[in-house]
């Protein structure tokens, strides 16, 4: 298995004979809106441009997995790009209706907790909840999702989440040996954080049983936490050791 690391969320998943496209936020750098104006410096997004080395990998996309409809994991030119290419998406069921009208190939939609065949193996959807507090309800359903592919390591998307119950059993019972989560401890001007903030960054990394992937970092003008403060943190903690931080574009080879 091979991960491609591309921009804040957006990712492939490479194996023997697919490559898992998650979250295409895949327009030019300063093509949305900010999404803070005073909590964080106001700055159109994605604050970064999208790799050179993205268009290699994505040239060879045969399905997508969509987490929720926010903009920064899946844009005007994700969405373009997958109805382009007739791409086979799978989503949250509560998704659904939303995305066929965008005129997406939408080939699966998952409940939580429901166990689906995908790919020769499983997929199930965890719950995700986006952000402390009551911001999480206005932001909306997000579903993370555990994937057990054959002759592939488990991995699990936790997706835009705080640590939760379920993310805590999904770390403990299901054991992942790969788990993706989003640390740029995001906010907007008002409200509490909507991603994990640090303290829980490193409950996540505790609890985690295998390796982590760090994403969701130094994309959008809205998420505070840098890689270099995540490192330090991890590093203060012991547990840098366990924790890939991948630069845009960077590609983690994983061994079965």
């Not at 750098?29 to 790799?51: E, H």
């Not at 954080?193 to 303290?199: G, N, T, V």
């Not at 994403?215 to 490192?231: G, I, S």
Request: include cysteine; proline fraction near 6%.
């Amino acid at each position: 298995m091979r991960i491609h690391h591309l921009r804040n969320a957006t990712m492939a998943i490479e194996t023997w004979d697919t490559v898992i496209l998650i979250d295409p936020m895949l327009g030019p750098k300063g093509t949305m809106p900010t999404f803070t104006y005073f909590r964080f410096k106001a700055q159109k997004n994605p604050i970064v441009a999208l790799p050179d080395a993205s268009n290699a990998i994505l040239d060879k996309v045969t399905h997508c997995l969509i987490t929720h409809k926010h903009p920064d994991h899946i844009d005007a030119a994700g969405e373009a790009f997958l109805t382009a290419n007739n791409i086979p998406v799978t989503c949250s069921i509560r998704d659904e209706a939303f995305f066929k009208k965008k005129g997406l190939n939408v080939v699966q939609a998952i409940d939580y907790w429901k166990r689906i065949p995908f790919l020769g193996g499983y997929i199930e959807g965890i719950p995700a909840r986006h952000g402390y507090g009551f911001v999480a309800k206005p932001m909306g359903n997000v579903m993370g999702y555990y994937l057990e592919l054959p002759e592939q390591k488990s991995i699990y998307l936790s997706s835009d989440t705080i640590y939760t119950d379920d993310v805590d059993k999904v770390l403990r019972e299901y054991k992942p040996a790969i788990s993706v989560a989003a640390c740029g401890s995001a906010q907007l001007d008002i409200f509490k954080p909507l991603l994990m903030h640090m303290e829980d960054i490193i409950r996540f990394v505790k609890h985690a049983p295998g390796e982590i992937i760090a994403n969701h970092l130094e994309a959008v003008n809205h998420c505070p936490t840098t890689r270099d403060a995540l490192r330090e943190r991890l590093k203060k903690e012991a547990l840098l050791n366990k924790v890939f931080i991948p630069e845009d574009g960077e590609v983690i080879a994983f061994t079965s």
